[in-house]
């Protein structure tokens, strides 16, 4: 095996190794077993990380950095004034993710749903650093993680399933044109949805609107994210995007209820149906409309723009998105599945190992 560490990353609303509720359920896995232990049991150098399950990529990655660097959480002094909360979290200085942190250290970073939103941001900086943070903060008191220069570090990124476009999920409910309740779905899946939103829209807690997950995966906002987000030439790039519905005669998508769990249907219809313009002027089309419950496949297969290409196990390019062949699963069964068990453990040894040769 090599030198890699294999960074797993949470979507919204997830959780990881540093939570409790990680014991009873893992994340990774979820019923299936925790797929993490497994791929240790095969050689591979994996962590789950734990991330803020409703806050913004911003902070995220900033979490994500004083894990693996074994710091204090450092949002940025500038960040922290801007959207109004503490500029300092959590200390993991006693209880870093990994045993090592330096420039030695080769990282797959490897994100679910809005954790590739995390990992590629996280890269960003790590790279880049952050001008706006530069500016504000005195040389001493500026984290390392704004001073950029460390791209050497990683080496792979891996989105699961990933808004990596933004989700019509969120803008349907924007354009006054659309109707999201006019759709017909069964009567269930609004008993379900209901449920589901529980889980997935947080409390307010003062800070500003536009520092959580939502505000980032509108479409509009990861296009403006994209533009500040490199496709570094070093780093191998894979995505995963999936997809559990079907083309019905009218045109639009709905979800194969053998393979989307009964939580994403109402929400799968809705997606399948949205056709409009988002307030920033970005046409939705019929090409949005296949989804797996939550993120439009089409969003899932690479950041518009940026270099691109079908996987190829042979000719594996860095600094182009390798897109896998789309997943025939809901949102979650790419990890384990919400409700319905999951066996991808296959899946992930076959990728890790894959990984791991180039």
């Known amino acids: 095996m090599s030198n890699l560490r294999y960074i797993f990353v949470h979507g919204l609303s997830g959780w990881g190794s540093y939570d409790e509720k990680y014991k009873k359920t893992p994340y990774w896995g ?19 990380a734990s991330v803020d399950p409703h806050g913004s990529a911003w902070d995220r990655a900033c979490e994500l950095y004083a894990q693996l660097s074994g710091t ?13 909360h503490e500029r300092y979290g959590r200390d993991f200085s006693e209880c870093p993710l990994i045993d090592r942190w330096d420039e030695e250290t ?43 220069g460390s791209k050497v570090r990683i080496h792979s990124i891996v989105a699961l399933a990933s808004p990596l476009n933004g ?34 829209v947080p409390s307010k807690d003062g800070r500003d609107e536009r520092d959580y997950a939502d505000y980032d995966m ?35 998508h709905c979800p194969v209820l053998k393979i989307t769990d009964p939580f994403f249907v109402k929400r799968s219809y809705q997606i399948g149906s949205y056709s409009g313009t988002t307030k920033g002027g970005t046409v939705i089309d019929a090409s949005w409309h296949e989804n797996d419950g939550l993120v439009n496949t089409i969003s ?35 990890h384990g599945g919400l409700t319905r068990k999951t066996d991808v453990k296959k899946f992930y040894v076959n990728l890790l190992s894959m990984i791991d040769a180039l």
């Open 30 to 48: 979820m019923r299936s077993g925790d797929l993490i232990a497994l791929l240790r049991e095969k050689g591979f150098d994996c962590y789950a």
């Open 167 to 200: 989700t019509t999920a969120y803008d349907m409910f924007r354009d006054e044109r659309f109707d999201p309740e006019g759709v017909k779905v069964p009567w269930w899946s609004s008993l379900f949805a209901k449920l589901l939103s529980r889980r997935v």
């Open 300 to 334: 899932a297969k690479a950041p518009f723009g940026q270099p691109q290409r079908k996987l190829d196990r042979k000719k594996i390019q860095p600094g182009v998105w390798n897109i896998f062949p789309v997943y025939h699963g809901d949102h979650m069964m790419i």
């Open 106 to 148: 080769r990282l797959v970073l490897i994100g679910h749903s809005f954790g590739g939103a995390t990992v590629r941001l996280f890269s960003e900086l790590l790279a880049n650093g952050a001008g706006e943070e530069i500016e504000a903060t005195e040389t001493d008191d500026l984290s390392p993680f704004f001073r950029g």
């Open 72 to 84: 204090r959480v450092d949002y940025g002094k500038h960040h922290s004034m801007q959207y109004r």
């Open 218 to 252: 509108y479409v509009d906002n990861a296009a403006k994210m994209n533009r500040h987000l490199t496709t570094f030439s070093n780093v191998y790039y894979f995505s995963v995007p999936c997809s559990s519905t079907k083309e019905s005669r009218d045109g639009i």
